[in-house]
């Protein structure tokens, strides 16, 4: 067997229900790898005692002697974002006013993750709210990318991502509002699925009328490890009104899959709206020759709809929810003064607001989504780059130019992963390749038509196969 932490995670609970490892040997490699490569990336910033945690493993592998088994994630340590909560732990959500906030109950989708068996062990690092590409905050500091840790980790998954990558963990949780999921996972070359909207529903929340775009959901260094923890996360729940119902299948692809016949459409760079850094579209092209090696059809796509009129129907949107999500925060005295002002310009605009202009955005994204349909009539899967520029500097908050065009907002310099999350479509980011100097990580988003996570799985699963080279890849060794 290899070394425990080179496993997959279904590998893991393989060797873990066959008894070849105990929990609590689990628990120790993961410690290990922790106190090995953490400080210098700084990915997991809250860490429960070693007593604590080998003694749940230790209660786990009693329970496993007995025959009894919580299921597939029995033993295996987990970390959860810092936006969802995990009782035993501080939820910062990377804010200081935040700081010392403990729940009383777990997000839906870590109550189901411990159901599961999973322990959770710690949080991982995100930015101040999840808002902005670039995991650091005035809590935790930042977190460096795992190929490079004077490089951005990306977010607001970061912190997820990286243990991913540097052998951490072996699944982990996240959350995408704009490619949250999508975004650190290619910059640290490891899989991140933003689920169909509804899919993984999300509580507590303040609303669950409206509150969409943003949504949990899985991140791993394999396709069928994403996929197996989708199972685990997915399903509806009474109190997410609008939550799909649960899946009687699994949404694992089965071990033999094929990309022969699979219609791709390339979106690129939008026709040229989209800014990218030299060498983006050409990396994510390669990984696109791939999948045509292998019997897929790929051509140039068009959305069909005037991008910039998509773009500040998302401002709408993104501004009344991130209002609406942190307005009882702000509210609090002083509140204001210990917040980025990346999130008092959100909740400032959004005060603004009329219903009106909601409305007609809403009326923008609903012809959005028409479009894309018609899209899906000629393509299975569309096809962008996950991000618009390579890792940048991680003392950088973000990117003001791309070459020579400037970015009119925080986040313009991902406008990239709004395409998905606007249409409700499940996404799927894939290693695509490094840059030309072979230093950094790259990623293709692979969306699907509504409610398709099983069917982009597979498809994920068939690439993956594909690119066993690229994937045996591993980053450098941790800087002394």
């Known amino acids: 067997m290899r070394a425990l932490h080179e496993l997959t995670a279904l590998e893991l609970s393989q060797a873990i229900h066959r008894k070849q490892v105990s929990c609590q040997e689990v628990m120790r490699c993961a410690l290990e790898r922790i106190h090995a490569e953490n400080a210098a990336y700084n990915a997991i910033v809250q860490l429960a005692s070693e007593e604590a945690v080998m003694q749940q493993a230790r209660e786990h592998d009693v329970l496993l002697a007995t025959g009894t088994s919580k299921g597939w994630l029995h033993g295996i340590p987990v970390a959860i974002k ?204 390669s990984a696109l020759s791939t999948l045509q090696l292998a019997g897929a059809h790929v051509e140039p796509a068009s959305l069909g709809m005037d991008a910039a009129l998509i773009w500040e129907a998302w401002l709408v949107w993104r501004q009344a929810l991130v209002a609406s999500n942190i307005n009882a925060i702000l509210a609090q005295p002083g509140a204001r003064e210990l917040t980025k002002a990346e999130a008092l310009w959100e909740v400032d605009r959004a005060q603004t607001l009329k219903f009106e202009t909601f409305l007609q955005a809403s009326a923008t994204r609903s012809d959005y989504l028409q479009h894309l349909l018609k899209l899906f009539e000629r393509f299975d899967v569309l096809a962008l780059p996950s991000a618009q520029v390579w890792p940048f500097a991680r003392d950088l908050d973000w990117p003001r130019s791309i070459g020579s065009r400037h970015m009119d907002t925080y986040h313009r310099w991902m406008e990239v992963t709004l395409y998905a999350t606007f249409g409700g479509l499940p996404a799927l980011s894939v290693p695509a390749g490094f840059d030309a100097q072979q230093r950094w990580p790259m990623g293709l988003q692979l969306i699907g038509p509504p409610r398709s996570d099983r069917q982009l799985l597979r498809v994920g699963a068939a690439y993956e196969d594909l690119i066993a080279e690229l994937m045996s890849r591993k980053p450098p060794p941790t800087p002394a």
Not at 230 to 242: I, K, M, S, T, Y
Not at 249 to 263: A, C, D, N, Y
């Open 82 to 285: 810092d936006l969802a909560h995990a009782t035993g732990f501080v939820t910062t959500s990377g804010s200081r006013v935040q700081r010392t906030f403990m729940p009383t109950q777990d997000s839906l989708h870590v109550a189901r993750m411990k159901a599961a068996g999973a322990i959770v062990i710690g949080k991982t690092n995100t930015p101040e709210f999840g808002l902005g590409s670039n995991t650091f905050n005035a809590v935790y500091g930042s977190t460096g990318n795992a190929w490079d840790p004077s490089r951005t980790s990306g977010g607001s998954s970061g912190g997820a991502a990286v243990a991913l990558a540097r052998r951490m963990l072996w699944v982990a949780d996240g959350s995408d509002f704009m490619g949250s999921l999508r975004n650190p996972a290619a910059w640290n070359h490891v899989f991140g699925m933003r689920p169909s909207q509804g899919r993984v529903p999300g509580w507590p929340k303040p609303d669950v009328w409206i509150s969409q775009l943003g949504t949990d959901g899985p991140m791993a260094r394999h396709v069928r490890d994403v996929a197996r923890l989708l199972d685990v996360q997915a399903g509806f729940d009474p109190r997410a009104a609008l939550s799909l119902d649960s899946e009687s299948q699994s949404f694992v692809p089965p071990e033999s899959t094929s990309v022969k016949g699979l219609r791709v459409g390339w979106l690129g760079d939008l026709q040229g709206h989209l800014a990218m850094e030299d060498g983006i579209l050409s990396v994510c092209e």
